[in-house]
């Protein structure tokens, strides 16, 4: 599994700060992936007990049948696709203010 450098060091490097960039979107892409997967087969929604070898011939197996089917393109309500909000524009979003620690008296009133 690739790390990525830490803050300090990609401060001063551009290549190790693209690096960087590039593994988190590479790690988002996967994720995204197995997450779609985790909905269409809910079998890894637990732990995969299987040797790695054989645990990544089933993940295969799985995005094989599913382009092969053709399955995003015929269900596609029932994927989740979160938008790219890189270069969203910001503008007209204000900050939220902190609500501060604990509920007072008034909040565990409403509880009861």
């Known amino acids: 599994m690739m790390k990525p450098y830490p803050r300090a060091q ?63 393109s015929l269900n596609p309500t029932k994927v989740d696709i979160t938008p790219n909000l890189e270069g969203f524009p910001t503008q007209n979003l204000i900050n939220l203010a902190g609500t501060g620690g604990f509920a007072g008296a008034e909040g565990f009133e409403v509880r009861r």
């Open 10 to 72: 990609i401060l001063h490097d551009e290549k190790k700060r693209k690096f960087n960039f590039c593994l988190s979107k590479a790690r988002r892409t996967s994720e995204n992936a197995f997450g779609i997967m985790s909905t269409i087969f809910r079998i890894f929604f637990i732990p995969i007990n299987l040797k790695t070898e054989t645990e990544t011939d089933s993940i295969i197996v799985v995005c094989c049948n599913m382009l092969r089917d053709d399955y995003l």
